[in-house]
């Protein structure tokens, strides 16, 4: 099984900027696809940005131009820079990561999803 932690989160004013972690821990796993959703208060949730174990990036149009996404491999981790922040950004952000892990069976392609972090921006 494979666990992701995000942290990062927290209460900015509009404009500003935040940046967002997640570390993947477990044993024996490879991770392929590692991304970004948000789920605003009576909204539903909504990708933010994934990005590919060959580090190609995909952003949802709302995002596009102040958000930036990256991953360290070495640390099974992958980030979210937020700039230029606005109050409609407000919601739970959620890590996720999908790849394969080794079981006593063999490989086993595994999804996995963090808690989520609070992101606030105050206008």
């Known amino acids: 099984q494979v666990q992701l932690v995000e942290s990062g989160g927290g209460l900015v004013q509009a404009g500003g900027s935040l940046r967002l972690s997640c570390a993947a821990s477990g044993s024996s796993f490879s991770i392929n696809t590692m991304g970004w959703d948000r789920q605003a208060p009576g909204k539903q949730r909504e990708l933010v940005a994934i990005?590919?174990?060959?580090?190609?990036?995909t952003y949802a149009d709302s995002v596009k131009g102040r958000f930036t996404i990256s991953r360290d491999n070495a640390k099974n981790t992958v980030y979210l820079q937020m700039s230029g922040l606005k109050p409609e950004d407000t919601a739970v952000y959620y890590c996720?990561?999908?790849?394969?892990?080794?079981?006593?069976?063999?490989?086993?392609?595994?999804?996995?999803w963090g808690q989520g972090t609070q992101v606030t921006v105050s206008s």
């Open positions: 996720n990561a999908d790849g394969v892990v080794l079981t006593t069976k063999g490989p086993v392609d595994f999804g996995s």
């Open positions: 990005i590919t174990s060959g580090d190609r990036t």
